[in-house]
């Protein structure tokens, strides 16, 4: 039985309870109250005793199967999220080590072509490595690119440049709330979030 089983057995099982407490067995032709086998009741308040007993037996039963349950799942998300720290922490290591290596990557490659080109070599072949300097395609070289954004902006040449959409500042909409301020479509809003120690 899953976690939700018990969850929903729970709220079944409490809905029961004012069932019980509103229980009115059936009499019989002599007055005398029956249970639903149709057995005559002596003492409908001991009956509907035994009934709660029976009850609060079954509540403690579903509350320690499903607190069990939950601990197992609780430390099963404990173990899960020490293990995404974990990969979290490589993460950011193999990102160091990778753009450390991209660096040096990208700076041997700088050195051998400036080498090359002092040299005036185009080509250079050897048993284990062809070397070539080539053309690439034209690009769009910018020195200064806040001076060039300022020009294109004075002189309305929104061709060359791309806007982005604008985003909503949460923090600064969150504060306004909390100081009382009214925002039409904004509204402060509190999530729950589970907590394992």
Request: aromatic residues 10%; glycine residues 4%.
């Amino acid at each position: 039985m899953t976690l939700f089983d018990y969850a929903e057995n729970f709220a079944q099982l409490f809905d029961s309870f004012d069932a019980i407490c509103d229980y009115e067995p059936e009499k019989n032709e002599y007055g005398q109250y029956m249970d639903d086998d149709g057995n005559i009741i002596p003492d409908l308040d001991a009956f509907k005793a035994d009934m709660q007993k029976a009850w609060f037996d079954t509540l403690d039963g579903i509350e320690g199967e499903f607190d069990l349950k939950a601990e197992n799942i609780a430390c099963f998300i404990m173990q899960l999220e020490g293990e995404l720290s974990m990969l979290e922490e490589r993460k950011a290591a193999f990102e160091r080590r990778r753009k450390a290596k991209k660096n040096r990557l990208e700076s041997l490659k700088s050195y051998l072509l400036c080498c090359m080109q002092k040299m005036d070599r185009k080509l250079i072949e050897t048993p284990s490595a062809r070397i070539s300097i080539r053309s690439n395609a034209p690009s769009a070289k910018i020195p200064d690119e806040k001076a060039f954004i300022e020009m294109c902006m004075s002189k309305g040449l929104d061709d060359y440049l791309r806007y982005k959409d604008p985003e909503i500042n949460k923090t600064a909409v969150k504060d306004a709330l909390k100081a009382g301020k009214a925002i039409p479509g904004a509204e402060l809003g509190r999530t729950r979030s589970l907590v394992i120690k």
